[in-house]
């Protein structure tokens, strides 16, 4: 089985760490199935990150809430990423409590997990079967 290239992109700094702790924390109670788990706080990091070819990611885990940044609306930047991680083949989680954001992600077929309603353990069970589609 390959090993998890997961990256989170959230412009929260402290939440991302966060995650990413909860999320190592799982990964090593269940089998250590992530190779690495890179943060993007911004969309220029998160571009550089999903197009280098040296390291390339399995999943994308993205906030649906960016602020207001480059002149464009809220919540628009996480469909930036969508359509680039739809480009690269890379599984796209939208992790969101904005309701537009979670329409418009399903709506174009994208798996939602809701802030508030997703612990930690059904955040890490949707990225490794994240994975496993990928792989199929």
Known sequence: MNRIRLLIVDDDPSIANIIRELLWSHDRECGKRFADIEIASDLKRAVYVLTRSHSPVDVCLCDG???IKDGQAPGTHWADVASLCHKLGVQFLLHSG???AIQAAGEQG?????KLDTSSEQMYAAVVE???ARAA
């Open 65 to 67: 809430n960016f602020p």
């Open 98 to 100: 904005d309701e537009r």
């Open 110 to 114: 994208d798996r939602v997990l809701r």
């Open 130 to 132: 994240s994975q496993q």
